[in-house]
């Protein structure tokens, strides 16, 4: 900043909101931040280990559900938690903030505790447990992000406003950073306290104790609540809830934001692919073991909570490979808020969509670890431009008293652009991609073991058809060939060349990456969208 935007003189965003000094974040912008933390720790401790939980066949505790299943369950988490915000957005405006946000950890708190017992009860499938479980998460999320973000917003002036969403995504992914720890952690306090805590790594037990961990910090969140005072939204605290609802849906319409928001849907549904499609890829394909070695000389300690072992030898844990993403953003996101601070944010985010696709392209066109994490760096890079940026672009466009409804739309790309991408990359991956279905497929094509079962092709006939699980399939892949687990994993890349998969999702980026230059030069025009 500069010294003139330090000045003691104070500045406020809407009528009735408490005066804040230029250039400086009081206290309640910190306990948000804080709040904001310990919400995406508990989250993430959960996000990057689902996938594997849902439907990674090799996983002893796993639900060993399908791919199309993880696509569906994803589908209805992103609509549950990123369209929910287009109305409760304006309802966290009308009811306020404080009061919306205890509501929502109290819905996300339950979500957790389900996760950790439904699945035990006889009278629930698997499937329908976690499903279940899975919406009430995600519905406390939906009226989690417009309330908080909402919040902060009145939190900040034009001059703070990109260095305070700067910080804001910081915070956010020094949660994202600790979380994929917890697994490790687990493991380790279950050496420690074997009677409270001792489970075998990736049994149900062990899966068990990950919830309970997330439900646990989501606790530490109501005493900070206790401490802020609410902001003032601007919005009327008397509108009937069915106003509220229509004034959501008039404004969702304007015409320049519907485009806005299918633009940035477009290239949600690419972006997410790196958490939601990258686990499974990194655990069926990418070949860590290198990079674990060169953790040789570290205390052993610290090496196995670094390290685990796996059919193909020591390899580091996909969560903290796709960890360094949020190690990246810690490093650099506050510098590149401020570097970019006058850039139009419009601009900033169309370099940032550029980087993001490149370096989904290279992170999954590899089965070397160094290169993956090449590619996440080059993703890491565009993120921190259009992450941040994302909201500033809501926050500042958005009218007096519709602060909360605005960074609720910013939810609905996200929403859009996971739902129909998990349905896209359950199709691909659960036909092209696992490990266990290609094996499968090898069988069915290569070996004498498939010459007589009458396989029609379809790949979600190839249990039945062959009598092997999936669960089995690679295990019957080695008798069949007499490989190891690293050779045969070798022979399924480089007869079905699994990384192709990633092209539909990269076309799909560069496509909006084009949509939004275009949106970029009209908007030269419209001085209520040109921010």
Not at 18 to 36: H, Q, V
Not at 261 to 266: D, E, F, P, Q, Y
Not at 296 to 315: C, I
Request: proline share 5%; net charge positive; glycine share 8%.
């Amino acid at each position: 900043m500069q010294s003139s935007e330090r000045h003691e003189k104070t500045a406020t965003i809407d009528a009735g909101q408490t005066p804040i000094r230029r250039g400086r974040f009081g206290r309640t912008f910190w306990t948000l931040n804080a709040i904001e933390m310990w919400e995406r720790l508990a989250f993430y401790n959960l996000r990057v280990m689902a996938p594997i939980y849902i439907m990674q066949a090799d996983n002893p505790g796993g639900l060993h559900l399908s791919a199309a299943d993880k696509g569906t369950i994803y589908a209805w988490w992103a609509v549950f938690q990123s369209l929910l915000p287009m109305v409760t957005g304006g309802l966290a405006d009308r009811f306020g903030y404080k009061r919306t946000l205890g509501f929502a950890l109290s819905l996300m708190l339950t979500g957790y505790v389900m996760m950790a017992v439904l699945r035990d009860l006889p009278w629930i499938s698997n499937y329908w447990a976690f499903f279940l479980s899975i919406m009430t998460l995600a519905t406390g999320t939906a009226f989690f992000k417009p309330s908080l973000q909402g919040s902060l917003a009145h939190q900040l002036t034009k001059e703070t406003s990109s260095v305070g969403w700067g910080i804001f995504y910081w915070v956010v992914n020094v949660g994202a950073f600790i979380g994929p720890f917890m697994p490790s952690l687990l493991q380790a306090l279950g050496g420690l306290f074997p009677a409270i805590l001792g489970a075998e790594p990736h049994s149900k037990e062990a899966w068990r104790h990950l919830f309970l961990a997330s439900a646990l910090v989501t606790c530490f969140n109501f005493p900070l609540l206790l401490t802020i005072r609410d902001s003032p939204s601007g919005a009327s605290q008397t509108e009937p809830i069915f106003g509220v609802l229509r004034r959501t849906f008039v404004n969702f319409f304007e015409p320049r934001l519907l485009c806005w928001i299918l633009i940035m849907s477009c290239f949600c549904l690419m972006m997410y692919q790196l958490w939601d499609l990258q686990p499974n890829f990194i655990v069926d394909w990418v070949d860590s073991g290198p990079m674990a070695q060169s953790l040789e000389r570290l205390p052993p300690v610290l090496r196995n909570a670094l390290v685990e072992q796996t059919d193909r030898g020591p390899m580091i844990p996909q969560q903290l490979l796709l960890n360094f993403n949020a190690f990246f953003i810690i490093v650099g996101v506050v510098g590149v808020s401020w570097l970019t601070r006058r850039m139009r944010t419009l601009a900033a985010m169309l370099i940032g969509m550029v980087a993001v696709t490149a370096g989904l392209l290279v992170s999954g066109w590899t089965q070397n670890a160094w290169i993956l994490v090449a590619g996440i760096l080059c993703f890491s890079v565009g993120e921190m431009m259009t992450g941040p940026k994302n909201n500033e672009y809501l926050a500042l466009i958005a009218p007096p008293g519709k602060k909360g409804l605005y960074l609720g739309y910013a939810n609905i790309p996200m929403g859009l652009g996971v739902f129909v991408g998990s349905w896209l990359a359950g199709l691909i991956y659960g036909r092209f991609g696992e490990k266990a279905v290609l094996a499968l497929r090898y069988l069915a094509e290569h070996t004498p073991f498939g010459a007589d079962k009458n396989w029609s092709g379809d790949a979600a006939t190839l249990e039945a058809a062959l009598g092997v699980r999936r669960t089995e399939a690679m295990r019957k892949l080695q008798e069949a060939t007499g490989l190891d687990p690293a050779a045969a994993t070798q022979l399924l890349w480089d007869t079905y060349s699994p990384q192709y998969l990633w092209i539909p999702f990269v076309l799909i980026g560069i496509a909006a990456t084009g949509a939004l230059w275009i949106f970029t030069q009209r908007a030269k025009r419209w001085a209520d969208m040109n921010a």
